[in-house]
C-alpha cells in the first residue's frame, strides 16, 4: 500500500498488476486507511480529470469526495471496516464539480483490506460512473409511471391530468397540458398541421412549488396560440423541442404572459411534445425544469415522444362477448358488434380491433428454459446465434439481438425469480421474449461503463422498434419486436 501503512512483500507479477491497476483500469480504485482517509487512487478515469492527487491524498473520506448524503454514505463505508461484509454496486451520487455543473451517479464496491496475519489495513473502493445508467432507468421509471396511471378513462381532460401527475414532480417541475377545444368537446381532432388559430384548452397544470406556481393562464382558459413560439413550431411539423430559456429569446415577446410566467417560475428548459394519433393533432405538452433539475436534452426528447403517444390513444372498454366469426367477413362481424354494444357507450368512441388467426410454423419458434445465474447470459446469446444462423438472419440482425437478449435476460436475473424461458419468433417481425415468475415491473439494465463498450443507455429502445411487458397470474413476459429486414428478391 503506497503513502505510508503496512505491507506484504509482493512478487513482480503482482507488482505489475497493481501498477497498471492503478494506472490504466477504467474502474476507479480508491484506498483508505483505517481511519478512512484517502492513502491511494488511480487518477486515470474521467472521474478524476481537472482533480490533483494532492487534494485527495490525506483528507478524510467526507471532505475529500462531494457525496450527498455524505453521512450515510460515510457510515456505509465505514461498516464494510467494521465488519468484513463487502459493499456491492452501492449507488452513490456527488455534487457538480467546478466546471462540470451536474450531479454524477457511481456505483461504488468496497471491501476491507487485510494482511496475512488479520490486521485490518484500511478499504478498497471500486467505482464506476454511471451516471447516464441511472438517468436511463429514472426516465424508465417514469414511462413505467405513465403506463400504469394514464390512459385508464376516456375523459380526455382525466387523462391530461393523470399524466401531469405522473411527471411531477418526477420528470418535470411544471407540466402544462393544452387539447384541441374541438377534441374535449368529443369532435374529431384535426388532420396535422394544425390549422392557424385553432383554439386549445389547457386541460391540465402541474408544478413542484404546489399552488403558487405562477401561471400564463387559468386551467380550462381557451384561446389559440400566438405565433411562431416553439409550441406552435411543435404542433406544426409534429416535432419536438428542446430549449434552454432566457431573457432574450424573440419568440418571448409573441407571448407575453407565458413569457412572464416562465420569467417569474424561474424554470429554466423546456421540453415541447405535441400530442398526435394517426396523423391528427390531438394538442401539445410542454414539460419545463428549474435549476433543481438538470436541463432538459436531446436525450429526453425520445422518453417525451413515449410518454405523448401513451397519454392520449384513447382508453378501451373490454366487451363481454363477441359474435361467432369463422368464414364470415370482418366488416361484417365489426358492425354487428358495434350494433350490440352496451346501452350508455359512446358509439362515436370505442376501437374495435379484430383479426383473424392462422396456423404458425412451429420451425419459426424456438424455447429454451434458461438458468437463474450469470452463465445464462452466454448460453441464451449463443442460444440466439444458432437460432438466427438457421434462420439466415443478416449480421446487424444476429448482433442487435444478441445484445438484446443479453439485457432481458441480464434483468430477469437481478429483478426476476426462476424459473426463465427464453423465446423467439420469426414472423413479421422477429420477437424476442424472456419470461420469470416475478410480477414485479421491468427495471432494463444499461451497460456500465465498461460493459459493451460503455454505450448501455437505452439499449433496448435503441435497437429494438417495439418493447415492453405482458402480465399473467404466474408471472411476466418482457417481449421486444424488430423489423426484419427485406427478403432478397
Not at 67 to 73: C, K, S
Amino acid at each position: 500500500m503506497a503513502h505510508g501503512g503496512p505491507s506484504a512483500p509482493m512478487g513482480d507479477a503482482e507488482a505489475a498488476i497493481l501498477r497498471a491497476l492503478f494506472t490504466q483500469s477504467p474502474v476507479g480504485l480508491h484506498v483508505l486507511d483505517p481511519d478512512l482517509r484517502v492513502v491511494r487512487v488511480n487518477m486515470g478515469t474521467p472521474a478524476m480529470r481537472g482533480v490533483r492527487p494532492e487534494d485527495l491524498l490525506g483528507r478524510y473520506f467526507r471532505d475529500a469526495y462531494p457525496v450527498l448524503r455524505p453521512d450515510d454514505v460515510e457510515g456505509r463505508v465505514r461498516r464494510v471496516l467494521e465488519t468484513g461484509v463487502p459493499l456491492i454496486e452501492d449507488v452513490v451520487r456527488t455534487r457538480p464539480r467546478a466546471g462540470d455543473g451536474a450531479e454524477h451517479s457511481y456505483s461504488v464496491s468496497g471491501f476491507r483490506l487485510e494482511d496475512p496475519e488479520g490486521t485490518v489495513l484500511g478499504v478498497a473502493l471500486a467505482v464506476v460512473d454511471v451516471t447516464e445508467r441511472e438517468k436511463g432507468r429514472a426516465r424508465l421509471r417514469v414511462l413505467n409511471t405513465v403506463r400504469d396511471r394514464v390512459g385508464r378513462t376516456l375523459d380526455v381532460v382525466v387523462t391530461c391530468e393523470e399524466l401531469v401527475g405522473a411527471l411531477v414532480p418526477a420528470f418535470a417541475d411544471v407540466v402544462v397540458v393544452e387539447v384541441v377545444d374541438d377534441v374535449v368537446r368529443g369532435d374529431d381532432p384535426p388532420l396535422c398541421p394544425l390549422p392557424r388559430g385553432t383554439p386549445l384548452r389547457r386541460a391540465a397544470f402541474g408544478s413542484s412549488a404546489g399552488r403558487g406556481q405562477p401561471q400564463a393562464y387559468p386551467v380550462g382558459d381557451v384561446r389559440s396560440l400566438p405565433d411562431p413560439t416553439p409550441y406552435t413550431q411543435a404542433l406544426s411539423d409534429l416535432r419536438p423541442r428542446v430549449l434552454r430559456l432566457h431573457a432574450g429569446l424573440p419568440w418571448l415577446g409573441t407571448d407575453p404572459a407565458r413569457a412572464e410566467a416562465i420569467r417569474a417560475s424561474g424554470v429554466q428548459t423546456l421540453l415541447t411534445v405535441p400530442l398526435t394519433l394517426r396523423g391528427a393533432v390531438l394538442g401539445l405538452v410542454s414539460l419545463y425544469r428549474t435549476k433543481r433539475m438538470e436541463p432538459f436534452t436531446e436525450d429526453d426528447v425520445e422518453i417525451g415522444l413515449q410518454l405523448a403517444d401513451h397519454s392520449l390513444a384513447g382508453g378501451s372498454t373490454p366487451l363481454g362477448g363477441a359474435p361467432p366469426g369463422r368464414g364470415r367477413p370482418l366488416q361484417e362481424l365489426c358492425d354487428e358488434i358495434m350494433y350490440t354494444l352496451p346501452a350508455g357507450v359512446d358509439r362515436a368512441v370505442p376501437m374495435l380491433l379484430l383479426a383473424r388467426t392462422r396456423p404458425f410454423p412451429p420451425d419459426r419458434v424456438a424455447a429454451w428454459p434458461l438458468g437463474d445465474d450469470t452463465t445464462a447470459v452466454a448460453t441464451a446469446r449463443a442460444f440466439v446465434r444458432d437460432r438466427l444462423a438457421v434462420w439466415g438472419a443478416d449480421e446487424d440482425t444476429a448482433f442487435n439481438t444478441e445484445l438484446i437478449v443479453s439485457e432481458l435476460v441480464t434483468n430477469a436475473i437481478r429483478y426476476g425469480s426462476p424459473p426463465m424461458r427464453l423465446r423467439l419468433i420469426n414472423d413479421r417481425m422477429l420477437t424476442c421474449e424472456v419470461r420469470d415468475t416475478s410480477p414485479a415491473s421491468p427495471h432494463l439494465l444499461h451497460a456500465r461503463t465498461v460493459d459493451e463498450g460503455g454505450r448501455g443507455l437505452f439499449i433496448i429502445a435503441q435497437l429494438a422498434d417495439m418493447w415492453g411487458t405482458r402480465y399473467a397470474e404466474d408471472g411476466k413476459t418482457i417481449w421486444t419486436e424488430q423489423a426484419l429486414p427485406p427478403s432478397p428478391a
